[in-house]
């Protein structure tokens, strides 16, 4: 794969170089760039993984810089959750503001800070300077109203709107202030190779003059960008597709203050089932949301990385170092990549079934906190088969996609649910029937001792005399309700070898009272 900063053909805009371009065997260098306005969104993630990717392969820098310059929405709750959200994936920066033990924020790392948009406005005053000492930018004393105007009467001559180039030349005005600053576009053809969608070209003729700043002190996006990255040492810039048409105007700054082109690398962007855009303003588009349903980071790494991109074998589920020695980022898809949260429900499901169950345990356990539900006892409840509360997560595995749906299935073995005591008869049978049958259960199973509650079939055998006499339904309905309190629940076997001797038969006995009650 060819490394070297990409050039464009465009004509050379006679400036001596402010920095000297990068030379060919320097090390890879890439940035995540998100900005703390809202939480960190899936797709913010899925670049940042493929970003991450080619760093560790290229053995290069990731970088993580803050683009707070929207100061009015810029919040450090966001911040934080931007901090928060990169650490739990395990994409861990090598340049950037750091994060503490505690989880705080912590001071800067590297050489080219600051890392945050905010704390550099010193460094793009200046360089808006140059460009207005040397003629490739002007102030504009056009309003809104005048843009407006300009607009209209554009489309009414059959003419893409952009704009006029009203005040290029225009002697300042005594009495009005600059509403803005704009830099020149030259009449050219700005070209490059974008290393997932090949050779693009575009007529910078029909931009227009851009605004690049409001005033000294308070750059646009696309020219605090293209400083830092300069600044900063960037050799790639892997983005979303939404900044494609982005390009061309960085690169026109870029070689207007003498400044190295990066290597390009668009990916498609994140679509929904029916092929909408992936809004950023849904919460549910939050990685947040996806790691306080109980999702596994490994999972959201491994549903992430299949997002536009897949391995030579096909493989499917893969960790970190996997994907580290089979990115190959030529095998970007061009066009959109579908969100499909079945498949992402199927990865999550098979990364918790591939995990020690202690480890896994560990996990839900902050769910079942967050349902209520106690589990300090369940823990030292050993009998030899481990703890209750990891026979409970392990008995909920093959039915649940996320540690919180383990945890909220696993509640009746914890919090016994409040049910109609008619719910134990068997189809049309009546209670005495329900009770007689349960009283046979609960001889059979006094019989047996603890260790037998641990193997399932210790208890069918033990369960036998009584469903050849009564019939299997007539007897593990009963049995399963008594123990589970719901109509749908795993087969009482499994319940009894989680719950164990002591309160199998506790539920039993309080079913058959139940029974008693309905006279």
Same mark, same amino acid.
């Given at each position: 794969?060819?490394?070297?900063?990409?050039?464009?053909?465009?004509?050379?805009?006679?400036?001596?170089?402010?920095?000297?371009?990068?030379?060919?065997?320097?090390?890879?260098?890439?940035?995540?760039?998100?900005?703390?306005?809202? *939480?960190?969104?899936?797709?913010?993630?899925?670049?940042?993984?493929?970003?991450?990717?080619?760093?560790?392969?290229?053995?290069?820098?990731?970088?993580?810089?803050?683009?707070?310059?929207?100061?009015?929405?810029?919040?450090?709750?966001?911040?934080?959750?931007?901090?928060?959200?990169?650490?739990?994936?395990?994409?861990?920066?090598?340049?950037? *503001?750091?994060?503490?033990?505690?989880?705080?924020?912590?001071?800067?790392?590297?050489?080219?800070? *600051?890392?945050?948009?905010?704390?550099?406005?010193?460094?793009?005053?200046?360089?808006?300077?140059?460009?207005?000492?040397?003629?490739?930018?002007?102030?504009?004393?056009?309003?809104?109203?005048?843009?407006?105007?300009?607009?209209?009467?554009?489309?009414?001559?059959?003419?893409?709107?952009?704009?006029?180039?009203?005040?290029?030349?225009?002697?300042?005005?005594?009495?009005?202030?600059?509403?803005?600053?704009?830099?020149?576009?030259?009449?050219?053809?700005?070209?490059?190779?974008?290393?997932?969608?090949?050779?693009?070209?575009?007529?910078?003729?029909?931009?227009?003059?851009?605004?690049?700043?409001?005033?000294?002190?308070?750059?646009?996006?696309?020219?605090?960008?293209?400083?830092?990255?300069?600044?900063?040492?960037?050799?790639?810039?892997?983005?979303?597709?939404?900044?494609?048409?982005?390009?061309?105007?960085?690169?026109?700054?870029?070689?207007?203050?003498?400044?190295?082109?990066?290597?390009?690398?668009?990916?498609?962007?994140?679509?929904?089932?029916?092929?909408?855009?992936?809004?950023?303003?849904?919460?549910?588009?939050?990685?947040?949301?996806?790691?306080?349903?109980?999702?596994?980071?490994?999972?959201?790494?491994?549903?992430?990385?299949?997002?536009?991109?897949?391995?030579?074998?096909?493989?499917?589920?893969?960790?970190?170092?996997?994907?580290?020695?089979?990115?190959?980022?030529?095998?970007?898809?061009?066009?959109?990549?579908?969100?499909?949260?079945?498949?992402?429900?199927?990865?999550?499901?098979?990364?918790?079934?591939?995990?020690?169950?202690?480890?896994?345990?560990?996990?839900?356990?902050?769910?079942?906190?967050?349902?209520?539900?106690?589990?300090?006892?369940?823990?030292?409840?050993?009998?030899?088969?481990?703890?209750?509360?990891?026979?409970?997560?392990?008995?909920?595995?093959?039915?649940?996609?996320?540690?919180?749906?383990?945890?909220?299935?696993?509640?009746?073995?914890?919090?016994?649910?409040?049910?109609?005591?008619?719910?134990?008869?068997?189809?049309?049978?009546?209670?005495?029937?329900?009770?007689?049958?349960?009283?046979?259960?609960?001889?059979?199973?006094?019989?047996?001792?603890?260790?037998?509650?641990?193997?399932?079939?210790?208890?069918?055998?033990?369960?036998?005399?009584?469903?050849?006499?009564?019939?299997?339904?007539?007897?593990?309905?009963?049995?399963?309700?008594?123990?589970?309190?719901?109509?749908?629940?795993?087969?009482?076997?499994?319940?009894?070898?989680?719950?164990?001797?002591?309160?199998?038969?506790?539920?039993?006995?309080?079913?058959?009272?139940?029974?008693?009650?309905?006279?």
């Amino acid at each position: 794969m060819e490394l070297s900063a990409v050039k464009t053909v465009a004509p050379s805009l006679a400036t001596e170089p402010a920095l000297a371009p990068a030379e060919e065997d320097e090390k890879v260098r890439v940035r995540i760039a998100p900005s703390p306005t809202g *939480p960190l969104h899936i797709g913010t993630a899925r670049t940042a993984l493929f970003n991450w990717l080619f760093a560790r392969q290229q053995g290069g820098k990731f970088i993580l810089r803050i683009e707070d310059t929207d100061k009015e929405r810029s919040e450090k709750q966001y911040e934080q959750m931007i901090f928060d959200g990169l650490s739990w994936l395990g994409f861990d920066w090598d340049e950037g *503001p750091t994060l503490n033990t505690d989880g705080t924020i912590g001071p800067d790392k590297g050489a080219f800070g *600051p890392y945050r948009q905010s704390e550099r406005t010193a460094i793009y005053r200046k360089y808006i300077q140059e460009l207005l000492e040397k003629g490739e930018a002007y102030y504009c004393y056009c309003t809104k109203e005048d843009i407006e105007a300009q607009r209209q009467a554009m489309l009414e001559a059959g003419l893409p709107p952009r704009y006029s180039g009203h005040c290029r030349n225009l002697t300042p005005p005594p009495d009005r202030k600059p509403e803005v600053i704009r830099f020149k576009i030259p009449e050219i053809k700005v070209e490059f190779t974008d290393m997932i969608h090949g050779k693009a070209s575009f007529d910078a003729a029909l931009l227009g003059d851009q605004v690049i700043a409001k005033d000294l002190d308070t750059p646009l996006y696309n020219f605090a960008v293209v400083v830092d990255d300069a600044l900063m040492r960037i050799t790639h810039v892997i983005r979303g597709d939404d900044h494609f048409s982005n390009t061309p105007k960085q690169i026109l700054v870029q070689r207007a203050l003498g400044f190295p082109t990066p290597q390009y690398a668009h990916l498609p962007l994140i679509l929904n089932p029916d092929r909408s855009k992936m809004s950023k303003r849904f919460s549910d588009v939050a990685l947040a949301n996806y790691r306080e349903r109980g999702y596994l980071p490994d999972a959201i790494v491994n549903f992430l990385g299949l997002l536009g991109w897949h391995p030579k074998d096909d493989h499917e589920i893969f960790d970190r170092a996997f994907a580290v020695a089979n990115f190959d980022i030529a095998r970007v898809q061009k066009t959109g990549a579908i969100f499909n949260e079945e498949k992402l429900d199927w990865l999550n499901r098979e990364h918790m079934k591939a995990m020690p169950i202690g480890e896994l345990a560990a996990l839900v356990k902050p769910f079942f906190a967050k349902a209520g539900i106690e589990t300090a006892a369940a823990e030292v409840l050993d009998d030899g088969n481990g703890s209750m509360f990891e026979r409970a997560v392990a008995l909920q595995l093959a039915r649940a996609k996320t540690l919180a749906e383990i945890a909220e299935s696993a509640r009746f073995l914890f919090v016994m649910p409040s049910y109609e005591p008619k719910l134990l008869c068997w189809k049309d049978s009546a209670p005495n029937d329900a009770q007689d049958a349960l009283r046979d259960a609960q001889q059979a199973l006094t019989e047996l001792d603890q260790a037998g509650f641990s193997s399932r079939e210790a208890l069918m055998n033990a369960l036998a005399p009584a469903t050849d006499a009564r019939g299997r339904g007539a007897v593990l309905w009963p049995l399963r309700v008594s123990l589970s309190g719901q109509s749908a629940s795993p087969d009482p076997m499994e319940i009894m070898q989680v719950l164990g001797k002591t309160e199998s038969l506790r539920r039993i006995a309080s079913a058959i009272a139940a029974l008693g009650s309905m006279g």
